[in-house]
Nanobody
């Protein structure tokens, strides 16, 4: 089992930046592919970005490509999401998630591919 705790959310003006963290415990972090999802009020939870076990494979939703960067530090059991050039439409609760993974070349973009979830952190971008 993996326990995930997000932090770093907050209120920021459009054009600003935030860095989210996801701290993992309870199991071997490097065994899991990781991802960030977000859910805005009244909308479905959507994929934002994912990263392979070794960090060598990263992939993004088109809506955040070029603005967001995912990374991980397996020695610290932590994943990060650097968000730049934030827009009001980025406002959502952001969730980190872990997927049991056997292949670093795979891309996990569906909610049902992930086995563990954090409780989320609110990101609000004002215009």
């Amino acid at each position: 089992q993996v326990q995930l705790v997000e932090s770093g959310g907050g209120l920021v003006q459009a054009g600003g930046s935030l860095r989210l963290s996801c701290a993992a415990s309870g199991s071997t972090f490097s065994m899991y592919a990781m991802g960030w999802f977000r859910q805005a009020p009244g909308k479905e939870r959507e994929f934002v970005t994912g990263i392979s076990r070794n960090g060598g494979n990263t992939y993004y939703a088109d809506s955040v490509k070029g603005r967001f960067t995912i990374s991980r530090d397996n020695a610290k059991n932590t994943m990060y999401l650097q968000m730049n050039s934030l827009k009001p439409e980025d406002t959502a609760v952001y969730y980190c998630a872990a997927a049991r993974s056997s292949f670093d070349s795979m891309q996990y973009t569906r909610k049902d591919e992930y086995d563990y979830w954090g409780q989320g952190t609110q990101v609000t971008v004002s215009s």
